[in-house]
């Protein structure tokens, strides 16, 4: 019986997905339950860990952090409050056994997570990204409150300027990296210009602090990044010392 075989396969890997002492990665198709097996090991590890802060679920949107940290609250109110359950559904009633034991956590350490959901670490990886930065304002460079933009051309950029800027001829990195990029027809003999121009792309302006708006339209700060551009490129090749492959 291959649905039988197939089935106990199914229960027996997402029973070791709920091992809080190894680390698993589920690969399933949608629908398949994937964020239910999510909220179960979150359930899971509550019953473990000192304090709600120490487990950090993360997502792409911010509906689904939402939709995820209901979820987890929705399993808890409904252990807290006894409600039935069916007997018959093997992933709910190991929902509310897990929910059980979170909550029993949950009153040894005084948490009243249900009444303080923001304990919470359910995040978008930008919102992680920006929580880190706003750590440590000075070391990122990004001053206290770092925001999100949604064109990020320019900032590519002036990434693109940074790397340039501190690229030694010694590097190994830098002298594979410009040993296997073909040069295009027009700029033969510097190779890195094609990759430079290709991730800076159109040089836009995307977050300027108050000081740079001030200079107008910004024609100014383009045409200077693009002449550092195609003076670090026509040099690039001098400074590494490696030829382009043909292309």
Partial sequence: MPDAAASADDSAARARALD????????????????GLLI??????????????????????RKAAAEMRERVLHALRDARDELPVDAH????????????AALARDAAADWQLV?????????????????FARQAPVTTGLGALPAFVDNADGLYGEAVLAALRG??????????FLAHLPAPPRQRGRPGCRAAGRLAGPA????????????????????????ELRSRCRHGAAAHDVAPIAG
């Fill in 20 to 35: 809080v002492g190894s680390s698993f990665l589920v690969q399933a198709p949608a629908g398949s339950g994937k964020t």
């Fill in 204 to 227: 836009r302006p995307v977050a300027r602090s108050a000081a740079a708006g001030s200079r107008g339209s910004g024609g100014a700060p383009r045409t200077r990044r693009r002449v």
């Fill in 167 to 176: 690229a030694a001829g010694s590097d190994p990195a830098w002298r594979t």
């Fill in 115 to 131: 009444d303080n959901p923001s304990r919470l670490r359910v995040l978008t990886i930008d919102a992680l990204a920006a929580a």
């Fill in 40 to 61: 179960q090991r979150v359930l899971a590890l509550l019953a473990t860990v000192e304090r709600p802060e120490q487990i950090l679920a993360m997502t792409f949107t």
């Fill in 89 to 100: 559904d093997a992933h709910a009633v190991r929902t509310r056994a897990l929910a059980q």
